[in-house]
């Protein structure tokens, strides 16, 4: 993601999302950009209310990847917390277990 990319999706998520927990309202402080790459980005929102913590990935559509103005990006923002099974965390938990931290080596291919 380009950073007038991050720039809109930060926008889009204060504008589109509340906190899953109190319905609290996020503000720019209270998210981190995890990462990104080019299509995507990761970040982690804090309620400033509630101080639950949730991830939130952001897709860049088809067509915002080819669009130039940065007003006419679009973002999908969608969670779904009834699509993650106990074994998707139990996965993830693994995962995290035997993860070294090097992300270079998990995603070889991106720039």
Request: proline share 2%; charged share 20%; with cysteine.
């Given at each position: 993601?380009?950073?007038?990319?991050?720039?809109?999706?930060?926008?889009?998520?204060?504008?589109?999302?509340?906190?899953?927990?109190?319905?609290?309202?996020?503000?720019?402080?209270?998210?981190?950009?995890?990462?990104?790459?080019?299509?995507?980005?990761?970040?982690?929102?804090?309620?400033?209310?509630?101080?639950?913590?949730?991830?939130?990935t952001v897709?860049?559509?088809p067509d915002t990847e080819r669009m130039e103005t940065k007003k006419q990006n679009k973002f999908e923002a969608e969670f779904h917390p009834d699509q993650i099974s106990p074994n998707d965390i139990l996965d993830l938990k693994l995962f995290l277990n035997n993860f070294d931290g090097d992300f270079k080596k998990l995603f070889p291919n991106e720039k």
């Open positions: 993601m380009r950073f007038s990319e991050i720039k809109n999706a930060l926008k889009h998520l204060i504008k589109t999302t509340t906190c899953l927990h109190c319905q609290g309202v996020y503000q720019l402080d209270d998210i981190n950009v995890i990462a990104t790459t080019k299509a995507e980005g990761l970040f982690e929102m804090q309620c400033p209310k509630c101080q639950a913590s949730s991830i939130m897709v860049l559509t």
